[in-house]
């Protein structure tokens, strides 16, 4: 009977052990600032279509994979994912929009002034919130 109990409790600690998605979290946060950091550095370094385009193409690339890892991680429940980390996403998810938000405030002028790059920069946004949508 004891045998049958530690065993027992054994399964559950790694089954619960298993379950924790920290390092699918990390994984996602990771290449989510990258890419995040790498469409506002586009558009700071070009303000115009061709560097929204360029934003573009460079989040079109790593979107797959993006929501790949985005969708390991946003239906875990919070016995997987560590309060502690659950923390750090939202700091980590917030500090990387507000960048974005820096982006498009210091190149608002620019953008508004060309039709066409206020236009792909609206469509480039949308596209970026509504994939990570929870």
Partial sequence: ??????????VCCLTFTGCNKDAEVDAFLTEFEATTA?????IDDNPSAAGVDEAQ?????????LVTKFDAIKS????????????????R????ASALTETARKNAMKLASDPEAISKFQALMKDYGETFKM
């Fill in 57 to 65: 193409k460079a989040f079109t690339a790593k979107k797959s994979t």
């Fill in 38 to 42: 790498d469409i506002a550095k586009k």
């Fill in 1 to 10: 009977m004891r045998k049958l109990i530690l065993f027992m409790g054994l």
């Fill in 93 to 96: 998810v917030v500090k990387s």
């Fill in 76 to 91: 875990a429940r919070s016995f997987q994912v560590s309060e502690a980390k659950q923390k750090e996403m939202m700091d």
